[in-house]
């Protein structure tokens, strides 16, 4: 993978929240200079038993927050269990932020879809999105999730 071109920070673990049985979310300490966009991504690169793991997570965080997170579905493989180990003090490395699957703000209405894991990437825009709802004069809604 090619991570050339983007800022690499290291930051360390804040908290780690289990989501359900098999997603956790894992907040990082915002370092400076980390701005982003809600809807952005990054490369995490995480120590694990057999050197570093990289993988493209979403900013499950919304852009408002001092913390940043990205949220991961458990799977057993070697970057996920390295991750789901990540206790509080511990360090990562994060490239980014990426993307520029953004909201836009000059629409009325937005609808948006995700399947799986993805809701996470769209559960940073919550607070972006009541802005933009109540902007609007309308109601968000989640349609259905599972
Ligand atoms: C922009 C972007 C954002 C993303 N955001 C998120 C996010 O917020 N949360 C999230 O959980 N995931 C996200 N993903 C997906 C994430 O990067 C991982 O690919 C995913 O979580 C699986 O990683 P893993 O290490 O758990 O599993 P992996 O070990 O990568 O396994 C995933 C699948 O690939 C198969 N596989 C692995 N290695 C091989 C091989 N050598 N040959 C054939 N098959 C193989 C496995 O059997 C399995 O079915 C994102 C991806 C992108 C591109």
Same mark, same amino acid.
């Given at each position: 993978m090619d991570i050339s071109g983007s800022k690499q920070f290291e930051s360390e673990v804040i908290g780690v929240i289990s989501?359900?049985? #098999?997603v956790i979310s894992v907040r990082f300490r915002?370092? #400076?200079?980390f701005d982003y966009l809600s809807g952005q991504w990054a490369f995490v690169s995480v120590g694990s038993e057999k050197g570093q793991e990289m993988k493209p997570l979403s900013l499950s965080s919304s852009p408002t927050e001092s913390f940043i997170e990205f949220t991961k579905r458990l799977t057993g493989h070697v970057f996920s269990n390295a991750f789901a180990a990540m206790k509080v003090g511990d360090k990562a490395l994060i490239n980014g932020p990426r993307g520029k699957l953004t909201l836009p703000s000059d629409y009325k209405k937005i609808c948006m879809l995700s399947g799986g894991i993805g809701i996470y990437a769209l559960a940073q825009r919550d607070q972006i999105l009541y802005r933009h709802a109540a902007k609007n004069q309308h109601s968000p809604s989640l349609f259905q999730s599972f």
């Amino acid at each position: 993978m090619d991570i050339s071109g983007s800022k690499q920070f290291e930051s360390e673990v804040i908290g780690v929240i289990s989501r359900t049985k #098999d997603v956790i979310s894992v907040r990082f300490r915002r370092p #400076d200079g980390f701005d982003y966009l809600s809807g952005q991504w990054a490369f995490v690169s995480v120590g694990s038993e057999k050197g570093q793991e990289m993988k493209p997570l979403s900013l499950s965080s919304s852009p408002t927050e001092s913390f940043i997170e990205f949220t991961k579905r458990l799977t057993g493989h070697v970057f996920s269990n390295a991750f789901a180990a990540m206790k509080v003090g511990d360090k990562a490395l994060i490239n980014g932020p990426r993307g520029k699957l953004t909201l836009p703000s000059d629409y009325k209405k937005i609808c948006m879809l995700s399947g799986g894991i993805g809701i996470y990437a769209l559960a940073q825009r919550d607070q972006i999105l009541y802005r933009h709802a109540a902007k609007n004069q309308h109601s968000p809604s989640l349609f259905q999730s599972f």
